[in-house]
């Protein structure tokens, strides 16, 4: 134990620190999304996270988007907690099968029209715990999917990115003011 409290002091750590993000990146993406959501949908767009199994890494990014760094409430964005109330279905993991029932009760009662976004790579496929006994697999086995943000977990940054390329390109169905 000794030798180790020795050795922690004199070696450095075997990891690195992570790039810091950038503010200008980030207040020019959180600025897009706030106008075209003005735009599209003539308000601010609500989200309702569902995790629908996952290891939380993508909790944790997705998390820190409200936190005092990024704070997207300022952008028009915020998390909802009820699915009628919202745009959007943030989906984490990969379906477990006790989450099945869940995942489609959100999805139908979430107002028309909805989408999901699938966030990590185990929302896509089922990531590292495809094939497993537990799960059913990636979101669009349950519920139809309008995009994926991939990643182990995805940033912050890239959330952001995958919002804003959801608003460019979906139908908003007659939301749009
Ligand atoms: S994509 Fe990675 S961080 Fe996200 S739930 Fe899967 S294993 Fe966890």
């Known amino acids: 134990m000794r030798k180790l409290l020795f050795e922690s002091l004199i070696h450095l750590p075997l ?8 503010d200008a990146a980030m207040e020019e993406l959180a600025t ?5 959501s003005r ?11 569902v ?5 939380n890494g993508c909790e944790l990014e997705m998390h820190a988007l409200s936190n005092a760094f990024y704070d997207i409430e300022r952008f028009g964005i915020r998390f909802v907690a009820s699915p009628r109330h919202a745009d959007v ?4 993991g990969p379906v477990t099968k006790n989450m099945r029932e869940a995942l489609e009760r959100t999805y139908y009662a979430t107002p028309a029209p909805k989408w999901v976004v699938a966030l990590g790579g185990c929302a896509g496929d089922g990531g590292c715990f ?7 697999g990636g979101v669009s086995k349950v519920v ?27 139908n908003t169905g007659g939301r749009a003011s």
């Open 144 to 170: 139809p999917v309008d995009l994926h943000i991939p990643g182990c977990p995805p940033s912050p940054t890239d959330i952001l990115r995958g919002l804003l390329a959801l608003l460019k390109h979906v």
């Open 15 to 22: 990891t690195e620190p992570p790039p810091p993000p950038s």
């Open 130 to 136: 495809a094939g497993s006994y537990a799960i059913i």
């Open 89 to 92: 279905l943030l989906v984490t």
């Open 32 to 36: 897009a999304i706030d106008a075209i």
């Open 51 to 55: 995790d629908a199994g996952s290891c």
């Open 39 to 49: 735009r599209r949908l003539g308000r601010s767009l609500s989200i309702r996270a």
